[in-house]
């Protein structure tokens, strides 16, 4: 099951997408429905998914075309800043390791997860027009990446019971300033600048796909490939991920995870080549989505 968030006639929505387009919630509730999809997220810690299937039979209900909408980010207001773990994937690590200036930490595969923050208010949509901040940086990369949607209030979970704790996943582009980031020692400035944070087009239901997800996940720069993995290849699985946080803190509906990104980002290459005006980025997860953004 997919879910989305969307502009129709100019009210922003949320609800299901299907083969044949978009229902609101408003649609397929009788009684009070849930506003946006992090209410909805919410009444997933209590209830089970509702049939929705039967409910559009049974009410005959029309679709809203998808010509009749716009994609906004599934959750324009996420209750915090989105959680990141970097260096996840070994040939990542690998290429981040022989990038990195002198004096700083070589370690090339981490023992513990590397945790950080990204500030996304709001999270920016799939096909969403987004800044390269030439004025502040010419060093803007892209991160390809699986985001994880938490669905119920978790603390002190053991890693075989993450599954159940998990609404669903998404599609993201952890796009990085990355001068700030290496500049400052600390990466929160370098990862948080307004609508570097992409997410979508929709969050697909976590039993829609085998866990732990096994995807192909890539990107793409004007067509040319340049990332190219699958999640099966984490360091940090995502049992590992959620159950180590929740030792510590309490995860809630609708925080959303980003897993990390593979090799190929642009920092890496040699010479290195950033993001400039004009770029089209597609970022692919198998099963999930295609998340693109244009450069500007």
Known sequence: MKFATFLHHGQELAGIVREEGYYSFEMLYDQVAPQTLLDFIKQYERVSFPNFAQIISEKALQPISVDDVIILTPIPNPTRD????GKNYADHAKEV????????????????????AKSAYPPSAHNEELPTHAKLTTHLDYEAELAVIIGKTAKGVAKEDVGNYIFGY????????????????QWYLGK?????????????SADSIPY???????????GDLRQSSNT???????????????QGMTLRPGDI???GTPAGVGHAMNPPVYIKS?????VYIEDVGTLTNKFV
């Open 232 to 246: 099966e290849l984490f360091i940090f699985d995502i049992g590992d991920i959620i159950s180590d946080l929740t």
């Open 278 to 282: 004009g770029d089209v980025i597609d």
């Open 170 to 185: 998404s599609v993201a582009n952890d796009v990085t300033v990355r001068d700030r980031q290496i500049n400052h020692n």
């Open 82 to 85: 989105v959680i990141c773990i």
């Open 212 to 222: 732990p997800p096994a995807l192909d996940i890539t990107c793409h720069v004007n």
């Open 257 to 259: 995870i980003l897993t």
């Open 192 to 204: 948080s600048f307004d609508q570097t944070c992409p997410i979508g087009p929709h969050i697909v």
């Open 97 to 116: 390791a022989e990038t990195m200036q002198q004096g700083q930490n070589l370690s090339v595969i981490p023992t513990y997860g590397p945790y950080f």
